[in-house]
Protein backbone atom coordinates (compact mmCIF):
# COMPACT_ATOMS: atom_id res chain seq x y z
CA UNK A 1 0.00 0.00 0.00
CA UNK A 2 1.02 3.43 -0.55
CA UNK A 3 -0.26 6.66 0.41
CA UNK A 4 -1.00 9.86 -1.89
CA UNK A 5 -1.31 13.22 -0.97
CA UNK A 6 -4.09 15.53 -2.56
CA UNK A 7 -2.09 17.48 -5.03
CA UNK A 8 -0.47 14.30 -6.72
CA UNK A 9 -4.23 13.04 -6.92
CA UNK A 10 -5.57 15.84 -8.66
CA UNK A 11 -2.33 16.51 -11.02
CA UNK A 12 -2.95 12.75 -11.78
CA UNK A 13 -6.87 13.48 -12.45
CA UNK A 14 -6.32 16.49 -14.89
CA UNK A 15 -3.80 14.61 -16.36
CA UNK A 16 -5.91 11.66 -17.14
CA UNK A 17 -9.19 13.97 -18.30
CA UNK A 18 -7.01 15.95 -21.15
CA UNK A 19 -5.98 12.28 -22.50
CA UNK A 20 -9.27 11.29 -22.84
CA UNK A 21 -10.87 14.51 -24.33
CA UNK A 22 -8.23 14.74 -26.42
CA UNK A 23 -8.71 10.71 -27.68
CA UNK A 24 -12.62 11.61 -27.49
CA UNK A 25 -12.38 14.64 -29.75
CA UNK A 26 -10.06 12.69 -32.15
CA UNK A 27 -12.63 10.16 -32.52
CA UNK A 28 -15.13 11.89 -33.26
CA UNK A 29 -13.70 13.86 -36.42
CA UNK A 30 -13.02 10.73 -37.62
CA UNK A 31 -15.73 8.56 -37.12
CA UNK A 32 -20.14 9.18 -37.09
CA UNK A 33 -22.46 8.19 -34.69
CA UNK A 34 -24.39 4.49 -34.98
CA UNK A 35 -27.74 5.61 -34.48
CA UNK A 36 -28.93 1.76 -34.35
CA UNK A 37 -26.71 0.59 -31.90
CA UNK A 38 -28.12 -0.26 -28.25
CA UNK A 39 -27.95 2.53 -25.86
CA UNK A 40 -27.61 0.47 -22.64
CA UNK A 41 -26.21 -2.77 -21.72
CA UNK A 42 -25.77 -4.61 -17.98
CA UNK A 43 -22.17 -5.66 -16.14
CA UNK A 44 -21.91 -7.87 -13.63
CA UNK A 45 -18.30 -8.69 -12.53
CA UNK A 46 -15.40 -9.92 -10.14
CA UNK A 47 -14.18 -6.88 -8.07
CA UNK A 48 -10.51 -7.93 -6.17
CA UNK A 49 -8.98 -5.29 -4.04
CA UNK A 50 -5.51 -6.11 -4.38
CA UNK A 51 -6.40 -8.97 -6.84
CA UNK A 52 -7.17 -11.39 -3.88
CA UNK A 53 -9.05 -9.20 -1.45
CA UNK A 54 -12.78 -10.34 -2.88
CA UNK A 55 -15.87 -8.76 -3.98
CA UNK A 56 -18.95 -8.18 -6.42
CA UNK A 57 -19.22 -5.31 -8.94
CA UNK A 58 -22.95 -4.50 -10.92
CA UNK A 59 -23.75 -1.49 -12.72
CA UNK A 60 -25.10 0.02 -16.08
CA UNK A 61 -23.19 1.38 -19.08
CA UNK A 62 -25.24 3.86 -20.59
CA UNK A 63 -23.50 4.91 -24.41
CA UNK A 64 -24.30 8.88 -25.55
CA UNK A 65 -22.33 8.85 -28.40
CA UNK A 66 -20.76 5.38 -30.29
CA UNK A 67 -20.15 4.14 -33.49
CA UNK A 68 -19.25 1.12 -34.42
CA UNK A 69 -15.79 1.53 -33.87
CA UNK A 70 -16.29 3.72 -30.57
CA UNK A 71 -18.45 4.00 -27.65
CA UNK A 72 -18.41 7.46 -25.29
CA UNK A 73 -19.51 5.46 -21.54
CA UNK A 74 -21.42 7.27 -18.45
CA UNK A 75 -21.52 3.68 -15.93
CA UNK A 76 -23.35 3.33 -12.66
CA UNK A 77 -22.25 0.66 -10.56
CA UNK A 78 -22.47 -0.53 -7.09
CA UNK A 79 -20.29 -3.23 -5.08
CA UNK A 80 -18.02 -4.13 -2.05
CA UNK A 81 -15.07 -6.63 -1.55
CA UNK A 82 -14.01 -7.92 1.79
CA UNK A 83 -10.69 -8.37 3.58
CA UNK A 84 -10.47 -10.73 6.28
CA UNK A 85 -9.46 -9.19 9.80
CA UNK A 86 -9.37 -6.04 8.62
CA UNK A 87 -12.45 -4.57 6.58
CA UNK A 88 -15.18 -5.31 4.15
CA UNK A 89 -16.31 -1.75 1.89
CA UNK A 90 -18.79 -1.38 -0.18
CA UNK A 91 -19.11 1.48 -2.75
CA UNK A 92 -21.59 3.35 -5.25
CA UNK A 93 -19.71 5.13 -8.03
CA UNK A 94 -20.33 7.02 -11.14
CA UNK A 95 -17.69 6.91 -13.83
CA UNK A 96 -17.04 8.51 -17.53
CA UNK A 97 -15.01 6.18 -20.14
CA UNK A 98 -14.38 5.31 -23.63
CA UNK A 99 -14.12 2.20 -25.75
CA UNK A 100 -12.30 1.70 -28.89
CA UNK A 101 -13.38 -1.89 -30.80
CA UNK A 102 -12.01 -3.75 -33.64
CA UNK A 103 -12.88 -5.66 -36.45
CA UNK A 104 -11.32 -8.81 -34.95
CA UNK A 105 -14.00 -8.02 -31.21
CA UNK A 106 -10.96 -7.38 -29.10
CA UNK A 107 -11.24 -4.00 -27.23
CA UNK A 108 -9.83 -1.47 -25.37
CA UNK A 109 -11.52 0.68 -22.85
CA UNK A 110 -10.72 3.42 -19.88
CA UNK A 111 -12.46 4.97 -17.01
CA UNK A 112 -12.05 7.77 -14.76
CA UNK A 113 -14.94 7.76 -11.64
CA UNK A 114 -15.73 9.60 -8.41
CA UNK A 115 -17.56 7.42 -5.56
CA UNK A 116 -19.15 6.82 -2.16
CA UNK A 117 -17.39 4.21 0.01
CA UNK A 118 -18.50 2.74 3.23
CA UNK A 119 -15.65 0.65 5.34
CA UNK A 120 -16.68 -1.62 7.97
CA UNK A 121 -13.50 -2.24 10.44
CA UNK A 122 -13.10 -5.83 11.73
CA UNK A 123 -11.69 -6.72 14.88
CA UNK A 124 -12.78 -6.18 18.06
CA UNK A 125 -15.22 -3.30 19.65
CA UNK A 126 -15.45 0.42 18.98
CA UNK A 127 -15.65 3.11 21.59
CA UNK A 128 -16.19 6.56 21.77
CA UNK A 129 -14.67 9.29 24.86
CA UNK A 130 -17.77 11.67 25.96
CA UNK A 131 -17.70 14.71 26.75
CA UNK A 132 -17.33 14.40 29.91
CA UNK A 133 -13.96 11.96 29.59
CA UNK A 134 -16.36 8.64 30.17
CA UNK A 135 -15.08 5.86 27.73
CA UNK A 136 -18.32 4.24 26.12
CA UNK A 137 -18.92 1.42 23.54
CA UNK A 138 -20.42 2.18 21.01
CA UNK A 139 -21.62 0.13 17.62
CA UNK A 140 -19.60 0.15 14.89
CA UNK A 141 -21.24 2.32 11.93
CA UNK A 142 -18.24 2.40 9.47
CA UNK A 143 -16.39 4.79 7.98
CA UNK A 144 -17.92 7.19 5.46
CA UNK A 145 -15.15 8.06 2.29
CA UNK A 146 -14.94 9.24 -1.13
CA UNK A 147 -13.69 7.01 -3.76
CA UNK A 148 -11.99 8.96 -6.43
CA UNK A 149 -10.57 6.13 -9.27
CA UNK A 150 -8.98 5.39 -12.82
CA UNK A 151 -8.88 2.49 -14.85
CA UNK A 152 -7.87 1.23 -18.14
CA UNK A 153 -8.66 -2.14 -19.46
CA UNK A 154 -9.06 -4.64 -22.93
CA UNK A 155 -11.86 -7.55 -23.50
CA UNK A 156 -13.39 -9.02 -26.35
CA UNK A 157 -17.17 -9.06 -27.53
CA UNK A 158 -18.15 -11.80 -28.63
CA UNK A 159 -20.96 -10.61 -30.93
CA UNK A 160 -18.35 -9.96 -33.72
CA UNK A 161 -17.66 -13.02 -34.41
CA UNK A 162 -20.50 -15.04 -32.85
CA UNK A 163 -24.74 -15.17 -31.82
CA UNK A 164 -23.19 -14.85 -28.09
CA UNK A 165 -24.55 -11.46 -27.26
CA UNK A 166 -22.01 -11.13 -24.48
CA UNK A 167 -18.74 -8.71 -23.86
CA UNK A 168 -15.92 -10.24 -21.83
CA UNK A 169 -13.66 -7.71 -20.02
CA UNK A 170 -10.65 -7.49 -17.67
CA UNK A 171 -9.87 -4.20 -16.31
CA UNK A 172 -6.65 -3.12 -13.73
CA UNK A 173 -7.72 -0.18 -11.91
CA UNK A 174 -6.47 2.23 -8.92
CA UNK A 175 -8.88 4.13 -6.43
CA UNK A 176 -8.15 6.08 -3.27
CA UNK A 177 -9.73 6.00 0.06
CA UNK A 178 -10.36 9.36 1.75
CA UNK A 179 -9.98 10.32 4.03
CA UNK A 180 -7.41 7.78 6.13
CA UNK A 181 -5.21 9.45 8.30
CA UNK A 182 -5.41 12.64 6.77
CA UNK A 183 -4.20 11.23 3.21
CA UNK A 184 -5.57 9.41 0.33
CA UNK A 185 -5.11 5.62 0.75
CA UNK A 186 -4.24 3.99 -2.94
CA UNK A 187 -5.45 0.88 -3.58
CA UNK A 188 -4.93 -1.41 -6.46
CA UNK A 189 -7.94 -3.21 -8.04
CA UNK A 190 -9.40 -5.89 -10.67
CA UNK A 191 -12.86 -5.57 -12.28
CA UNK A 192 -13.29 -8.26 -14.64
CA UNK A 193 -16.37 -9.67 -15.68
CA UNK A 194 -19.04 -9.78 -18.69
CA UNK A 195 -21.14 -7.19 -20.14
CA UNK A 196 -24.59 -8.26 -21.45
CA UNK A 197 -26.18 -6.58 -24.41
CA UNK A 198 -29.50 -5.23 -24.11
CA UNK A 199 -31.00 -6.31 -27.50
CA UNK A 200 -30.33 -9.54 -30.12
CA UNK A 201 -27.39 -9.32 -32.35
CA UNK A 202 -29.81 -8.94 -35.23
CA UNK A 203 -31.52 -6.26 -34.06
CA UNK A 204 -28.47 -3.69 -34.16
Same mark, same amino acid.
Given at each position: ???????????????? #??????????? +??????????????? &???????????????????????????????????????? @?????????????????????????????????????????????????????????????? &?? &???? #???????????????????????????????????? @?? #? +???????????????
Amino acid at each position: MAFINKPTLKSTMKRS #ALILQIFFFIV +IIARGQGKELPKMKF &MLGYYGETFTHSGLNAGIEYYPFQSEKYQMILASNIGGYF @HIRNNTSLFIREQWGQRISFGSGVFIDEFIGIGYLHQFTHGGDNFRVLPNGAVVKTPDSGSP &MI &MPSV #AIGTGYDFSRKTNWNIIFFLRPELFWKAPFNGYYLT @HL #A +INAGIIFKTVKKDEK
